[in-house]
């Protein structure tokens, strides 16, 4: 069940591109520091995020049947 709302999405994929762009960016070990950026796109893109599963938060609105 998706608990991320539209905006929260939105920001999560382009911080994670923006983070991403770090492995391109930096030289030497420090690079591999970028992939962290794989985390906010990757729940971005599912809607899903552990942590807001954990703690009980919901930025999306609800779905009525």
Not at 14 to 27: C, K, M, P, Q
Not at 34 to 53: D, E, F, N, R
């Amino acid at each position: 069940m998706k608990n991320e709302g539209l905006v929260d999405r939105v920001i999560r994929v382009i911080v994670g591109l923006g983070i991403l762009s770090l492995v391109f960016l930096l030289h030497g070990p420090a690079h591999w520091f970028g992939l962290i950026g794989l985390v906010p796109l990757i729940t971005g893109l599912a809607g899903i995020c552990p942590m807001y599963s954990l703690l009980g938060v919901r930025t999306c609105p609800l779905q009525q049947k």
